[in-house]
């Protein structure tokens, strides 16, 4: 091979490759608008983003699955914790994470600027992009629930529990979240009929209820996770 | 040292080393974070975004000094010809620190843009693109007035000029959060697996050429194959960045295929570097800088090549993305193929700058290996944590909180290697600074 050659497969290799890049680009420009849905990127939306920038949250937090690795991912936030859930969390930190052993900043961020935080993560939780994170995805979990059936052999409520998100916030054996209360003996307490009751529709039950109603399960999962927790006594 | 003006590298490279210690100890605390409670009354205080954002820019200030001392020190010798101006190449470095010590002060006082890696407020971004522009000129001119032009040069000048245009994809506000990723990959993607391996590969083909005799004709030739596969796989390869962002379905494809290929030129650095060490023409006057270039084009293909090709399939991604396993890859490649580039190149020219033609390797040996245990043992922790958020929280959806409980022995085993890192560091950078004769032995 001579140098000439070498030259050739040098300034070949960039320009194919840039050629092709470039008119992605141009492409993905094109149907970005599609999939992000562009006309519901409201001022409030574009508000919330500037928020979400100037308390630097991205390196704690990844969107998207970018930024820091040392709180969870928030593409989905809204979806997972609602909406009370991220001004509860946002506003008193200090309270939320009081039984955590990681802590999140008090940035005291105004109640405008949350409400704006809030339209930015819904519309960024509408993003259709291929599916991810998978602990979010309805169809992906419900692959993973059969196979922890017919694996592990956990009854079926016992995989509702620990692949729909329960254990975000509650915890079972001292496995799980501290943010809502350990559920090791809800059995005591509630019957099946309450729990689905409660679960459904928590503010129905106690208008003061911090956890967001979980209207994304089917009702066989309900069924499946309040029989489940009701034998936890 | 054969140019006066090659002089000004040193007080780059001397200005880069305790950013890097710096950096260094931040990232103790970013480790101690994950393993330990931090107070509430501290992290309202320094949280860890804070540190984090401070870590990363330090790296990035750096090894930018440690590429522009790089240039300093290579242009000269390749143009046979004096730096255009000495003083404007000071001037450049004393505003890049202000810069950068403005910037870190400004983290802890909450003045960031907000986003990873790019935090440097929009105001001094625009110190920081006068002081490029004043770079590219110093050395553009020196090369134009020799008129001696080398394919290391072009490279280089390349390298740099590619280097300082992605910058500015990072400066605007997007208003579309997947736009402003899109984007954002441009300076990091672009940057890491572009134009720094541009600039990384003149160097390395200068160093060699160098240190083993080899033909330019030869250098040059492997040169050019090597950019030119580093450009086909990796601006196309900026796809693998893509797949879950909101970006067309075709980027899994595209991403996939190019990214798959990417260690290919890593792969042939190491093969060239290789053979120019087997049929050197000259004798082994420092063995610790040959060993610092055999390190390099070695651990650049483990932390870039082989981990990064270990989650970039996006049926795989699927699972990593955004978790420690990113952590590990970062910090394998990071250190491979750039903190190592950056000291064999500080190994090579220092003693010469300071006149000493053999040096007393011990302590620096000690240092790159320290250095270099530490770091393949903290990537291999930061990839067992990342298995383990991966299959927990993404596969069995337990929740962020119960994998991150799992992970935490394994931050605090990280740590534990993060202070042999840098126990290997300080003795490096002891040692650059402090570099003596060898004793002559009779």
């Known amino acids: 091979m001579t140098k000439k050659t070498a030259f050739w497969i040098f300034l070949l290799g960039t320009l194919s490759s840039a050629v092709l890049f470039l008119a992605a680009t141009w492409d993905t420009h094109r149907q970005v608008e599609t999939l992000s849905n562009v006309d519901k990127l409201s001022e409030q939306v574009v508000a919330g983003k500037r928020t979400f920038e100037k308390y630097n949250c991205n390196d704690c937090h990844t969107i998207l699955g970018f930024g820091g690795y040392y709180a969870p991912d928030l593409t989905k936030v809204v979806q997972r914790i609602g909406a009370d859930g991220i001004r509860y969390r946002v506003k008193s930190p200090e309270l939320a994470f009081a039984n955590s052993w990681r802590k999140m900043p008090n940035l005291n961020v105004s109640d405008a600027e949350i409400e704006d935080l809030i339209a930015f993560f819904t519309w960024v939780g509408e993003i259709n992009n291929n599916d991810w994170p998978p602990q979010d995805s309805k169809k992906r979990l419900s692959r993973g629930e059969q196979a922890m059936v017919a694996t592990v052999g956990v009854s079926p409520g016992a995989a509702v529990f620990q692949t729909k998100g329960c254990m975000n916030c509650h915890a079972l054996n001292g496995t799980g979240g501290t943010f809502g209360p350990a559920l090791d003996t809800i059995g005591r307490e509630l019957s099946a009929a309450e729990i689905r009751t409660y679960v459904r529709d928590p503010k129905s039950v106690d208008p003061k209820s911090m956890m967001p109603a979980q209207t994304g399960l089917s009702d066989r999962e309900l069924e499946e996770v309040a029989k489940f927790l009701s034998n936890r006594k | ?442």
């Open chain 2, 1 to 442: 040292m054969e140019y006066r003006s090659q002089k000004i590298a040193y007080w780059y490279f001397v200005a880069a080393l305790p950013l890097f210690v710096l950096q260094v100890f931040l990232g103790l605390y970013l480790g101690s974070s994950y393993a330990f409670t931090i107070p509430q009354e501290i992290v309202d205080v320094f949280s860890f975004a804070t540190a984090r954002s401070m870590h990363t820019n330090l790296l990035v200030l750096w090894m930018l000094l440690g590429f522009m001392g790089g240039a300093y020190y290579i242009v000269p010798e390749e143009t046979q010809s004096e730096i255009y101006s000495p003083g404007l190449a000071y001037f450049q470095l004393v505003a890049l620190l202000v810069t950068g010590v403005v910037a870190l002060i400004g983290f802890f006082f909450g003045w960031t843009q907000g986003r990873p890696l790019l935090e440097i407020p929009r105001p001094l971004d625009l110190v920081v693109v006068v002081g490029a522009l004043i770079f590219l000129f110093n050395i553009g001119m020196t090369m134009l007035k020799a008129n001696r032009w080398t394919v290391i040069q072009g490279t280089l000048l390349g390298g740099l000029v590619f280097l300082a245009l992605l910058y500015l994809f990072g400066i605007p506000f997007y208003r579309n959060e997947v736009i402003d990723w899109y984007y954002w990959w441009w300076v990091i993607h672009l940057w890491v697996e572009g134009a720094w391996e541009l600039v990384t590969g003149a160097i390395l083909a200068f160093i060699l050429m160098k240190l083993t005799g080899v033909d330019r004709h030869v250098v040059e030739k492997w040169l050019y194959v090597e950019i030119g596969l580093f450009m086909f796989t990796g601006i196309a390869g900026t796809g693998h960045h893509y797949y879950w962002i909101g970006a067309p379905r075709y980027w899994l494809w595209i991403g996939g295929i190019f990214s798959a290929l990417e260690p290919l030129p890593i792969l042939l650095m190491v093969i060239d570097t290789m053979l120019h060490v087997k049929e050197r023409k000259t004798q082994i006057v420092n063995p610790l800088v040959w060993t610092y270039a055999i390190g390099c084009a070695v651990f650049h293909m483990i932390g870039a090549g082989v981990w990064g090709f270990a989650h970039t399939l996006p049926q795989i991604n699927y699972y990593t993305h955004g978790s420690q396993v990113t952590v590990s890859h970062g910090h394998l490649a990071f250190f491979g193929a750039y903190a190592l580039l950056n000291l064999t190149t500080f190994y090579f020219a220092m003693p010469k700058l300071k006149g000493i033609e053999v040096f007393d390797d011990r302590r620096g040996k000690i240092g790159f290996w320290t250095m270099n245990v530490a770091m393949m043992i903290m990537g291999l922790t930061f990839g067992v944590a990342g298995v383990l958020q991966a299959y927990i929280e993404r596969v069995l959806g337990m929740g962020y909180m119960t994998a991150q409980s799992y992970m935490r022995l394994w931050m605090l085993v990280t740590i534990v290697a993060g202070v042999f890192f840098l126990a290997g560091l300080l003795t490096t950078v002891t040692d650059l600074l402090t570099l003596r004769p060898a004793k002559q032995e009779a």
